[in-house]
Nanobody
Framework: QVQLVESGGGSVQPGGSVSLSCAAS????????IGWFRQAPGKGRETVLC????????YYADSVKSRFTSSRDKAKNTAYLHVNNLEPSDTAVYYC??????????????????WGQGTQVTVSS
């Protein structure tokens, strides 16, 4: 069984922080690049960033570069997205996904093969 499960979302006040988890099962996450995406209400799915097995990160949205960081834990077969100084515009369903490491990071969601179900992050006062 190949599965990705996101967790850690919830309701957060502006200026707060969240840490999202992406737990993999049925395959070794360390062999894949990991993309993080988000979809705000009424908007299309946006690519946020991608992280390689070596830890190199590529950002695909300038608005999140200074506030979003990604990490991965090989032993736990889990990836993480850390968001600081949350803004109301960050409200979205956040998804993690994987693609073959040979191709490296990509901003195209169509190139990612495995997807989680998403976790809702709501930023409001």
């Amino acid at each position: 069984q190949v599965q990705l499960v996101e967790s850690g979302g919830g309701s957060v006040q502006p200026g707060g922080s969240v840490s999202l988890s992406c737990a993999a099962s049925g395959f070794t996450l360390d062999y894949y690049v990991i993309g993080w995406f988000r979809q705000a209400p009424g908007k299309g799915r946006e690519t946020v960033l991608c992280i390689t097995p070596s830890g190199d990160t590529t950002y695909y949205a300038d608005s999140v570069k200074s506030r979003f960081t990604s990490s991965r834990d090989k032993a736990k077969n889990t990836a993480y997205l850390h968001v600081n100084n949350l803004e109301p515009s960050d409200t979205a369903v956040y998804y993690c996904a994987t693609r073959d490491v040979i191709g490296g990071c990509s901003g195209s969601r169509l190139t990612y093969d495995h997807w989680g179900q998403g976790t809702q992050v709501t930023v409001s006062s």
